[in-house]
């Protein structure tokens, strides 16, 4: 019977990376910050603790056209999204990067 308990623990916290209100599953803010972080270091090879909502893709981490379109292929991988250029373009920083995915995801 605890080993039960103890699946149900894991599959119910497992489960908070999303929320699901009137039908619709909600993927949580944080965890999307989270996983686009990863994938930021993954891609630039920047440290975590250099990296805030305002950091700025261009400017901060010296980011050029070809890295910022990798790093979208990357994105549209990993969230199973499709960004249009439009969307893209209005991406600079850490915080718009994380809203687009977000509003997309949900």
Known sequence: ???IKTVL?????????TTSFGGNSIESRAYI????????IEQFGVDSEN???E????????ADELD??????ALEEYFDITVSDEQWAGVTTIESAVNLIFGIRN
């Open 51 to 53: 990296i805030s909502d």
């Open 9 to 17: 623990l894991i599959a119910l916290f497992a489960s908070l990376s």
């Open 55 to 62: 950091t700025r893709l261009r400017e901060d981490l010296g």
């Open 1 to 3: 019977m605890k080993i």
């Open 33 to 40: 910050e989270e996983k686009f972080v990863g994938v930021l």
């Open 68 to 73: 910022l379109i990798e790093l979208l292929m």
